[in-house]
Protein backbone atom coordinates (compact mmCIF):
# COMPACT_ATOMS: atom_id res chain seq x y z
CA UNK A 1 0.00 0.00 0.00
CA UNK A 2 1.39 3.28 -1.11
CA UNK A 3 3.07 4.87 -4.00
CA UNK A 4 5.13 2.63 -5.92
CA UNK A 5 8.24 3.94 -6.03
CA UNK A 6 12.02 2.12 -5.30
CA UNK A 7 12.12 3.10 -2.25
CA UNK A 8 8.78 1.33 -1.39
CA UNK A 9 10.36 -1.59 -3.30
CA UNK A 10 7.28 -3.75 -4.70
CA UNK A 11 10.03 -5.58 -6.93
CA UNK A 12 11.31 -7.72 -3.92
CA UNK A 13 7.79 -9.03 -3.24
CA UNK A 14 6.82 -9.54 -7.05
CA UNK A 15 10.36 -11.83 -6.68
CA UNK A 16 9.33 -13.54 -3.87
CA UNK A 17 5.85 -14.54 -5.85
CA UNK A 18 7.75 -16.10 -8.11
CA UNK A 19 9.90 -17.98 -6.04
CA UNK A 20 7.04 -19.22 -4.21
CA UNK A 21 5.32 -20.00 -7.51
CA UNK A 22 8.76 -21.76 -8.63
CA UNK A 23 8.18 -24.10 -5.66
CA UNK A 24 4.69 -24.96 -5.77
CA UNK A 25 3.31 -22.01 -4.12
CA UNK A 26 0.61 -19.61 -5.88
CA UNK A 27 -0.36 -16.85 -3.49
CA UNK A 28 -1.69 -13.44 -4.99
CA UNK A 29 -1.24 -10.11 -4.02
CA UNK A 30 -2.61 -6.65 -4.04
CA UNK A 31 -0.99 -3.77 -4.56
CA UNK A 32 -3.02 -0.60 -3.49
CA UNK A 33 -1.27 2.79 -5.10
CA UNK A 34 0.41 4.44 -8.06
CA UNK A 35 3.41 6.18 -8.43
CA UNK A 36 6.61 6.18 -11.18
CA UNK A 37 7.41 2.25 -11.03
CA UNK A 38 3.73 0.98 -11.80
CA UNK A 39 4.97 0.66 -15.52
CA UNK A 40 8.15 -1.70 -14.40
CA UNK A 41 5.90 -3.38 -11.84
CA UNK A 42 3.42 -4.55 -14.42
CA UNK A 43 6.69 -5.54 -16.91
CA UNK A 44 8.62 -7.46 -14.64
CA UNK A 45 5.27 -9.12 -12.91
CA UNK A 46 4.82 -10.52 -16.95
CA UNK A 47 8.21 -11.52 -16.66
CA UNK A 48 7.78 -13.55 -13.47
CA UNK A 49 5.23 -15.26 -15.22
CA UNK A 50 2.71 -14.12 -11.89
CA UNK A 51 0.93 -11.26 -14.32
CA UNK A 52 -2.21 -13.09 -13.30
CA UNK A 53 -1.62 -13.49 -9.00
CA UNK A 54 -1.09 -9.58 -8.90
CA UNK A 55 -3.99 -6.73 -9.02
CA UNK A 56 -2.73 -3.22 -9.18
CA UNK A 57 -5.82 -1.32 -7.93
CA UNK A 58 -4.71 2.04 -7.63
CA UNK A 59 -5.09 4.46 -5.23
CA UNK A 60 -7.91 3.77 -2.73
CA UNK A 61 -9.51 6.19 -0.19
CA UNK A 62 -10.57 2.23 1.86
CA UNK A 63 -7.46 0.98 2.02
CA UNK A 64 -8.81 -0.82 5.52
CA UNK A 65 -11.43 -2.39 2.71
CA UNK A 66 -8.76 -3.75 1.09
CA UNK A 67 -7.33 -5.46 4.38
CA UNK A 68 -10.06 -7.46 5.12
CA UNK A 69 -9.44 -9.99 2.33
CA UNK A 70 -5.82 -10.98 3.03
CA UNK A 71 -4.27 -12.92 4.96
CA UNK A 72 -0.79 -11.79 5.47
CA UNK A 73 0.30 -7.92 5.10
CA UNK A 74 3.75 -8.10 2.94
CA UNK A 75 5.71 -4.70 2.96
CA UNK A 76 9.27 -4.52 1.61
CA UNK A 77 10.13 -0.74 1.69
CA UNK A 78 13.83 0.21 2.37
CA UNK A 79 12.83 3.05 4.77
CA UNK A 80 10.12 3.77 6.29
CA UNK A 81 9.61 6.58 9.43
CA UNK A 82 6.57 5.04 10.70
CA UNK A 83 4.65 2.41 8.01
CA UNK A 84 0.71 3.80 9.08
CA UNK A 85 -0.13 0.47 6.62
CA UNK A 86 1.33 -1.99 8.88
CA UNK A 87 -0.37 -0.49 12.00
CA UNK A 88 -4.16 -0.26 10.03
CA UNK A 89 -2.69 -4.47 9.03
CA UNK A 90 -2.46 -5.32 12.69
CA UNK A 91 -5.73 -3.37 13.75
CA UNK A 92 -7.59 -5.88 11.01
CA UNK A 93 -5.79 -8.71 12.57
CA UNK A 94 -3.68 -9.43 10.09
CA UNK A 95 -0.37 -10.52 10.48
CA UNK A 96 2.99 -8.49 9.59
CA UNK A 97 5.99 -10.04 7.01
CA UNK A 98 8.53 -6.59 6.63
CA UNK A 99 12.27 -5.78 7.06
CA UNK A 100 13.42 -4.27 10.23
CA UNK A 101 13.93 -0.88 8.97
CA UNK A 102 13.34 2.62 10.24
CA UNK A 103 10.23 2.82 12.41
CA UNK A 104 9.52 -0.82 11.23
CA UNK A 105 11.18 -1.84 14.17
CA UNK A 106 8.91 0.02 16.83
CA UNK A 107 5.83 -1.64 15.41
CA UNK A 108 5.96 -4.94 16.00
CA UNK A 109 8.10 -8.07 17.42
CA UNK A 110 9.80 -10.28 15.03
CA UNK A 111 7.74 -13.51 15.82
CA UNK A 112 5.20 -12.51 17.19
CA UNK A 113 3.07 -9.59 15.78
CA UNK A 114 4.91 -10.92 12.45
CA UNK A 115 7.83 -11.86 10.57
CA UNK A 116 10.93 -10.10 9.45
CA UNK A 117 12.43 -10.78 5.95
CA UNK A 118 15.31 -9.66 4.51
CA UNK A 119 15.20 -8.00 1.24
CA UNK A 120 18.62 -8.60 -0.10
CA UNK A 121 17.94 -12.21 -0.52
CA UNK A 122 14.49 -13.42 -2.45
CA UNK A 123 15.38 -17.43 -1.29
CA UNK A 124 15.00 -16.34 2.66
CA UNK A 125 12.23 -14.06 1.67
CA UNK A 126 10.22 -16.90 -0.45
CA UNK A 127 11.40 -18.84 3.08
CA UNK A 128 9.02 -16.43 5.20
CA UNK A 129 6.22 -16.18 2.98
CA UNK A 130 5.96 -19.66 2.12
CA UNK A 131 6.42 -20.59 5.76
CA UNK A 132 3.78 -17.54 6.84
CA UNK A 133 1.19 -18.44 4.39
CA UNK A 134 1.19 -22.51 4.86
CA UNK A 135 0.72 -22.46 8.58
CA UNK A 136 -2.66 -21.30 9.42
CA UNK A 137 -2.17 -21.51 13.30
CA UNK A 138 0.74 -19.42 13.09
CA UNK A 139 -0.97 -16.69 10.97
CA UNK A 140 -3.82 -16.45 13.70
CA UNK A 141 -1.25 -16.33 16.34
CA UNK A 142 0.45 -13.76 15.43
CA UNK A 143 -2.76 -11.99 13.57
CA UNK A 144 -4.64 -12.31 16.95
CA UNK A 145 -0.83 -11.03 18.52
CA UNK A 146 -1.43 -8.07 15.88
CA UNK A 147 -4.62 -6.75 17.07
CA UNK A 148 -3.84 -7.02 21.02
CA UNK A 149 -0.46 -4.85 20.52
CA UNK A 150 -2.63 -2.30 18.28
CA UNK A 151 -5.44 -2.12 20.73
CA UNK A 152 -2.71 -1.83 23.55
CA UNK A 153 -0.13 0.38 21.81
CA UNK A 154 -2.01 2.60 18.91
CA UNK A 155 -5.71 2.67 19.17
CA UNK A 156 -7.29 6.17 19.59
CA UNK A 157 -7.80 5.64 22.97
CA UNK A 158 -4.18 5.20 23.63
CA UNK A 159 -2.38 7.37 21.40
CA UNK A 160 -5.03 10.48 22.04
CA UNK A 161 -4.30 10.91 25.98
CA UNK A 162 -0.13 10.40 25.28
CA UNK A 163 -0.59 13.23 22.60
CA UNK A 164 -2.36 15.77 24.55
CA UNK A 165 -0.18 14.92 27.47
CA UNK A 166 2.70 16.00 25.19
CA UNK A 167 1.16 18.88 23.18
CA UNK A 168 -0.02 20.37 27.08
CA UNK A 169 3.36 19.59 28.29
CA UNK A 170 5.37 21.39 25.49
CA UNK A 171 3.18 24.54 26.33
CA UNK A 172 4.28 24.92 30.06
CA UNK A 173 7.52 25.47 29.24
Do not use: C
Amino acid sequence: VGSLEPRKNQAYILHVLGEAKRRGHRYTLTIVGDGPDKGYLDRLAVHLDIEDQVTFVGVSKTVFDHLASHRVLVHAATMESFGLVVVEAMAHGLPVVAAPVGGITELFADGVEGLHWPLNDVMAGADTLVGIMEDRDLRRRMGSAAQRRFATKYHATKVLPQLRGFLLDGMED
